[in-house]
């Protein structure tokens, strides 16, 4: 997961209040109660024997690589979402949901099974659950509806430090804050995958921690999800920008998801921002760093990050120190929209 250019990031510490409302959680169809604390719901939910059973069957399934061929061109109409996004598709418009890059982030699915429609969000932070998620319901859920919705997670490994060490990792804080929100709800929520912590963690030899899985891929027509990883190919559009603008949202009002996708005209929307000196000093200073100390500076788990890390960080920094002046990327502080094409791919679109 990224940092922000400044790495501030509390670690929010373990709430211990007791569910005190009538828990809106289910498993393989039978009501999860847990009157202690969202805490001990976690430990509940990862070793209830329907989820292990599942995390098992996800764990036997091989990783979808999802790519574009230089040769088609052409891609499965997906949409894509990166750290702190959220995306609702239809699936009369689109065919496939996903992301990666996760680490101690969760992705996160919501789908109603009546509808189809599929919110995916990468979440990467407890600050970020509560509106994230009600930003995730506003299209999936119908207040008059009594249907229940399944979700899958999927990410955050174990990242805890040894037993006796205060520092709690950024995984468990992030997880409890999504069963307590989840439990909380007036929506009914069926937990399908619960593919975090334990669950998504493999060990080396020498005891230290790596993820079993970095995302997933979501089939919009029928639900179906698997182990998914994506490329420079299909991590799109406008990959680059929407980095950066992430970047730059740290600080800037109450922590929440960033909406680039338009659910019903099926079309990425970047609205126009500006990139701070903070950023473009960093930028240079990073860019002549050792790979080494560019994840040290800026993942919450180092050793645990996809190979292409460190390169995409360069990418970042070379556009900001090519591009110092954001009204070049957004002239006339004009959006940038881009509308898929026959393809299935996107381009950049003259429409505002």
């Given at each position: 997961?990224?940092?922000?250019?400044?790495?501030?990031?509390?670690?929010?510490?373990?709430?211990?209040?007791?569910?005190?409302?009538?828990?809106?959680?289910?498993?393989?169809?039978?009501?999860?109660?847990?009157?202690?604390?969202?805490?001990?719901?976690?430990?509940?939910?990862?070793?209830?024997?329907?989820?292990?059973?599942?995390?098992?069957?996800?764990?036997?399934?091989?990783?979808?690589?999802?790519?574009?061929?230089?040769?088609?061109?052409?891609?499965?109409?997906?949409?894509?979402?990166?750290?702190?996004?959220?995306?609702?598709?239809?699936?009369?418009?689109?065919e496939l949901v996903g992301t990666d890059e996760a680490t101690t982030c969760v992705g996160i699915v919501i789908r109603n099974c009546t509808s189809g429609m599929t919110s995916i969000g990468h979440l990467d932070s407890p600050k970020v659950v509560d509106i994230g998620l009600s930003q995730m319901l506003s299209l999936v859920s119908?207040?008059?509806?009594?249907?229940?919705?399944?979700?899958?997670?999927?990410?955050?490994?174990?990242d805890s430090a040894p037993q006796g060490n205060d520092d709690t990792g950024y995984s468990f804080p992030l997880c409890m804050k999504i069963v307590e929100k989840l439990a909380e709800s007036k929506v009914k929520f069926e937990i399908r995958n619960f593919q975090v912590l334990k669950h998504n963690t493999r060990w080396d030899s020498e005891g230290n921690a790596y993820p079993i899985f970095h995302g997933l891929l979501v089939e919009t027509s029928n639900g179906r999800v698997v182990p998914g990883s994506f490329d420079a190919s299909t991590r799109c559009p406008d990959e680059i920008i929407r980095r950066i603008r992430l970047g730059a949202s740290f600080g800037h009002g109450p922590p929440r998801l960033l909406d680039t996708y338009q659910t019903q005209t099926d079309r990425f929307l970047i609205p126009p921002f500006s990139w701070t000196m903070q950023q473009l000093r960093f930028a240079s200073v990073m860019r002549h760093c050792s790979d080494l100390e560019i994840l040290l500076t800026t993942s919450t788990s180092p050793s645990a990050e996809g190979p292409d890390f460190v390169a995409t960080q360069k990418r970042v920094w070379e556009y900001l120190i090519q591009h110092p002046d954001w009204k070049e990327t957004f002239p006339s502080k004009l959006p940038r929209v881009f509308q898929r094409i026959e393809s299935g791919n996107w381009s950049l679109s003259s429409e505002r």
């Amino acid at each position: 997961m990224n940092v922000s250019p400044s790495r501030v990031i509390t670690k929010e510490r373990f709430n211990t209040k007791c569910f005190r409302v009538r828990i809106m959680i289910f498993v393989n169809g039978v009501r999860f109660l847990s009157d202690s604390s969202p805490v001990e719901g976690v430990i509940a939910l990862l070793e209830h024997p329907d989820l292990v059973s599942a995390s098992r069957t996800f764990c036997a399934i091989p990783e979808k690589k999802f790519s574009v061929s230089e040769e088609s061109g052409s891609q499965a109409k997906c949409v894509y979402v990166f750290q702190r996004e959220y995306a609702t598709a239809d699936p009369s418009l689109v065919e496939l949901v996903g992301t990666d890059e996760a680490t101690t982030c969760v992705g996160i699915v919501i789908r109603n099974c009546t509808s189809g429609m599929t919110s995916i969000g990468h979440l990467d932070s407890p600050k970020v659950v509560d509106i994230g998620l009600s930003q995730m319901l506003s299209l999936v859920s119908d207040s008059d509806d009594d249907a229940i919705l399944d979700v899958h997670l999927v990410g955050a490994f174990e990242d805890s430090a040894p037993q006796g060490n205060d520092d709690t990792g950024y995984s468990f804080p992030l997880c409890m804050k999504i069963v307590e929100k989840l439990a909380e709800s007036k929506v009914k929520f069926e937990i399908r995958n619960f593919q975090v912590l334990k669950h998504n963690t493999r060990w080396d030899s020498e005891g230290n921690a790596y993820p079993i899985f970095h995302g997933l891929l979501v089939e919009t027509s029928n639900g179906r999800v698997v182990p998914g990883s994506f490329d420079a190919s299909t991590r799109c559009p406008d990959e680059i920008i929407r980095r950066i603008r992430l970047g730059a949202s740290f600080g800037h009002g109450p922590p929440r998801l960033l909406d680039t996708y338009q659910t019903q005209t099926d079309r990425f929307l970047i609205p126009p921002f500006s990139w701070t000196m903070q950023q473009l000093r960093f930028a240079s200073v990073m860019r002549h760093c050792s790979d080494l100390e560019i994840l040290l500076t800026t993942s919450t788990s180092p050793s645990a990050e996809g190979p292409d890390f460190v390169a995409t960080q360069k990418r970042v920094w070379e556009y900001l120190i090519q591009h110092p002046d954001w009204k070049e990327t957004f002239p006339s502080k004009l959006p940038r929209v881009f509308q898929r094409i026959e393809s299935g791919n996107w381009s950049l679109s003259s429409e505002r």
